[in-house]
């Protein structure tokens, strides 16, 4: 390595990472935290693996009408 070369910077945590550092941040149970992330994964990959920053309030209806409709997911949850 040449040593005017500086190191490439980490590239930052992937989301669900964030999400769940955050909520330890926030010292939500691991439980809490578990379950968060398991509905977030859920919502990218009901998505075809789309990041969330790239969509809206229409993917966020359409991901709810299919839990409350084709999952029977209790309005509640």
Not at 18 to 33: D, F, I, P
Request: hydrophobic letters at 35%; a positive charge.
């Amino acid at each position: 390595m040449n040593p005017t070369t500086q190191p490439s910077p980490a590239p930052p945590p992937k989301l669900l990472d964030q999400v769940a550092g955050k909520m330890r941040l926030l010292h939500y149970s691991k439980r809490t935290e578990s379950a968060y992330v398991d509905w977030i994964k859920r919502y990218i990959l009901f998505h075809n693996k789309r990041h969330p920053r790239e969509m809206c309030a229409a993917e966020i209806e359409g991901f709810l009408s299919h839990l409350a409709v084709e999952r029977n997911v209790a309005a509640s949850t």
